[in-house]
Antibody, heavy 116, light 109 residues
Framework: EVQLVESGGGLVQPGGSLRLSCAAS????????MNWVRQTPGKGLVWVSR????????SYADSVKGRFTISRDNAKNTLYLQMNSLRAEDTAVYYC?????????WGQGTLVTVSS | QSALTQPRSVSGSPGQSVTISCTGT?????????VSWYQQHPGKAPKLMIS???KRPSGVPDRFSGSKSGNTASLTISGLQAEDEADYYC?????????FGGGTKLTVL
């Protein structure tokens, strides 16, 4: 069974940093591109970032480019999102999702709140 | 990177059919056959209902179908059931980025 479990969310002050993790199991993690997608409470889904299966290729939404960094450790079956210079508008539930072209399996999400 | 355009809400009675549209541009929906649709119930993670414009993943009822014409994709739900009431999001791969629609709330009357 495919499982994705996010962690690392919490309350952080504006300008602060946070690193999210996504632990994957039930499939060959190193074979899949992975995504981060966020959802502001009560609002829609917004794609954040994507990484290739071997970590050599990454892409970002304009809204996070230069502030967020996606990475992965295939030996640990774990996806990461390093978030720096956080802003109030980054407040959201962050989901990791498998597969590059069509996110198929999603985790349950981790809530990030940026507030003073 | 503008969001895809979906109606904010649609509604239908049990047994009826509804169609949700998703309009993009020639750089996303119109250029790739990687349009997908997700169902999201409150407090839950999105669930993939349609991939690659019209493919249904295993376990998704055949009441759900997808199509695309030009820059507009559509999700049709036939034989509406109470459990279909949810938010629906379209999504399009666009090469260096991915776009989601703003979401459509489906109400089953």
């Amino acid at each position: 069974e495919v499982q994705l479990v996010e962690s690392g969310g919490g309350l952080v002050q504006p300008g602060g940093s946070l690193r999210l993790s996504c632990a994957a199991s039930g499939f060959t993690f190193s074979s899949y591109w992975m995504n981060w997608v966020r959802q502001t409470p009560g609002k829609g889904l917004v794609w954040v970032s994507r990484i290739s299966n071997d970590g050599s290729s990454t892409s970002y939404a304009d809204s996070v480019k230069g502030r967020f960094t996606i990475s992965r450790d295939n030996a640990k079956n774990t996806l990461y999102l390093q978030m720096n210079s956080l802003r109030a508008e980054d407040t959201a539930v962050y989901y990791c999702a498998r597969r590059g072209t069509t996110p198929d399996y999603w985790g349950q999400g981790t809530l990030v709140t940026v507030s003073s | 990177q503008s969001a895809l355009t979906q109606p904010r809400s649609v509604s239908g009675s049990p047994g009826q059919s509804v169609t949700i549209s998703c309009t993009g541009t020639s750089s996303d929906v119109g250029d790739y056959n990687y349009v997908s649709w997700y169902q999201q119930h409150p407090g839950k993670a999105p669930k993939l209902m349609i991939s690659d414009v019209s493919k249904r993943p295993s376990g998704v009822p055949d009441r759900f179908s997808g199509s695309k014409s030009g820059n507009t994709a559509s999700l049709t739900i036939s034989g509406l059931q109470a459990e279909d009431e949810a938010d629906y999001y379209c999504c399009s791969y666009a090469g260096s980025y991915t776009l989601f629609g703003g979401g459509t709330k489906l109400t089953v009357l």
